[in-house]
């Protein structure tokens, strides 16, 4: 079973304006971390940022924040004022804990073009 | 600090033959990943290790082995290596995996590898 799903394999979004890349999970456990990673073509993985499944307030950096809706288990990447440098696949992952141990599940990624 | 860095950049292997991928840390973490990316999909975690000495399987550990004898470094083996290892390899380390920020995973460049 998916418990990564990014649906959009790709989005369009005008330079300047906001845009929202979706992100649903699935777990049973209380404890986790959602995590978006940036990927340029240059092929390197920058992360983005963090968001703990007990935080309470969502998670802000820079031009990006994440909209955290536990109940709905959806962590969404909101990109504001998109710049053409944020052209990029973006990867949504999930941590959670095992016991004796511990697993990171990457969602397939969403391909972002911002155009001009 | 040069972060986490991976040698070689790109590698070509015959069917058959054995190769040993590289990383390298200088942030002190403890924990350090391997992960394989192929295309259309996110990345699978092959091996991790929480320590120095200690290593664990990951989602996709057939086919690779891993050592983990200095805490700044964690090797990568291929003993045999197979077509179906072609891929674009990824090293990460975090501090732990538990307590807000502290699950970050930081990523080297990649390997890419094809083996024919």
């Known amino acids: 079973a998916q418990k990564i799903t990014q649906t959009q394999p790709g989005m369009f979004v005008q330079e300047k304006e906001a845009v929202t890349l979706d992100c649903t999970y699935d777990?049973?456990?209380?404890?986790?971390?959602l995590f978006w990673y940036k990927q340029p073509s240059s092929g390197e993985m920058i992360f983005l940022i963090y968001q703990g499944s007990y935080d309470e307030q969502n998670a802000t950096e820079g031009r990006y924040s994440l909209n955290f809706q536990k109940a709905r288990k959806s962590a969404n990447l909101v990109i504001s004022a998109s710049q053409l440098g944020d052209s990029a696949m973006y990867f949504c992952a999930m941590r959670e804990a095992l016991t004796g141990g511990f697993k990171t599940i990457f969602g397939a990624g969403t391909r972002l073009f911002v155009k001009a | 600090n040069a972060g986490v860095t991976q040698t070689p950049k790109f590698r070509v292997l015959k069917t058959g033959q054995s190769m040993t991928l590289l990383c390298a840390q200088d942030?002190?973490?403890?924990?350090m990943y391997w992960y394989r990316q192929d295309p259309g999909m996110g990345l699978r975690l092959i091996h991790y290790s929480v320590g120095e000495g200690t290593t664990a399987k990951g989602e996709v550990p057939d086919g690779y082995n891993v050592s983990r004898l200095k805490k700044q470094n964690f090797l990568l083996g291929l003993e045999s290596a197979a077509p179906s290892q072609t891929s674009v390899y990824f090293c990460?380390?975090?501090?732990?995996?538990?307590?807000?920020?502290?699950?970050?995973?930081?990523f080297g460049p990649g390997t890419r590898l094809l083996v024919l």
């Open positions: 990460a380390s975090s501090y732990s995996t538990s307590g807000i920020g502290q699950e970050t995973q930081y």
């Open positions: 777990t049973s456990d209380q404890s986790y971390g």
């Open positions: 942030m002190n973490h403890e924990y």
